[in-house]
């Protein structure tokens, strides 16, 4: 229900989900996971949509092979986001450097972290936004990130790296289905209003119930980037906003 609140102790899984930031820029959905059901009850650390641990970051330009990509990639574009919850409300910014790693070039919001591994954005032709894992300077995988020109239905895989090990050494794969929920929904923000598409994705698995533990709701505007984000939590058949994300201002050069 929208106005419930169960606190994070009760729930099958602990959302531990603030944005993480390094200076002052945020990784746009990186989100922390405590699952108190897994077995020695590690740490979860699940990198959902933009995980972005990178290396040899330097300001520059990439040209971007699409004209009217979801998630414009440039290092003179930045977004300033308004995240809230029960606890609070709280601002953060985000931009994007250049990073080479093994002679390949891509966007990333995050600085990096000598010894974890890294991943990379880049849009193609068809303005797709795809992420590129790399460990000990080597790809790992590639995966679609945002998909572009969908139909409300419409369905991929994307694979997460989902970490789970405190200090990032060690980490499992795991396969995400992303479902077009939306293609011209009007989102109204601070920033204004924008023409979006809707993707919905369940991070942390199922309950016994058959409901997912988590569900993510993301809004992308064509060329501008995330609009919105809805963060819902589901327990023993109940559901509530946990968290609500707004753009509120940003630059992006066309």
């Known amino acids: 229900v929208g ?20 200076k002052i820029r945020s990784n746009i959905t990186l989100y922390t996971f405590k699952n108190l059901n897994m077995k020695n009850n ?29 998630l414009p990639l440039d290092t003179n574009n930045s977004w300033t986001y308004e995240r809230t919850t029960t ?80 200090d990032y ?12 929920i939306v293609t011209d929904s009007l989102i109204s923000t601070p920033a204004g209003d924008f023409i979006c598409v809707g993707f919905e994705y369940h991070p942390g698995g199922f309950q016994s119930n058959g409901d997912p533990n988590h569900t993510m709701i993301q809004f992308l505007s064509e060329n501008i980037g995330i609009v919105k984000h809805m963060h819902y939590e589901h327990d023993n058949g109940d559901t509530w906003l946990f968290a609500e994300t707004v753009l509120v201002d940003y630059t992006v050069n066309n």
Do not use: H
């Open 3 to 22: 106005g419930q609140c169960i606190a994070p102790k009760t729930r099958t899984t602990l959302i531990l989900d603030r944005w993480r930031s390094v």
């Open 42 to 70: 590690s740490l979860m650390l699940a990198f959902s949509f933009l995980f972005l641990l990178l290396a040899a970051c330097e300001k520059d330009s990439i040209k971007d092979e699409s004209s009217k990509p979801l």
């Open 87 to 166: 606890y609070g409300t709280n601002s953060y910014s985000t931009e994007f450097d250049i990073c080479n790693i093994a002679d390949f070039e891509g966007y990333t919001s995050r600085e990096y972290v000598v010894g974890e591994p890294i991943s990379l954005l880049k849009n193609d032709k068809d303005g797709n936004c795809i992420e590129y894992l790399f460990n000990d300077n080597e790809l790992v995988y590639s995966t679609i990130l945002f998909k572009n020109g969908l139909k409300k239905g419409d369905k991929w895989n994307y694979k997460a790296a989902v970490f789970t090990d405190g």
């Open 169 to 180: 050494s060690k980490y499992e794969i795991e396969e995400r289905e992303i479902k077009c």
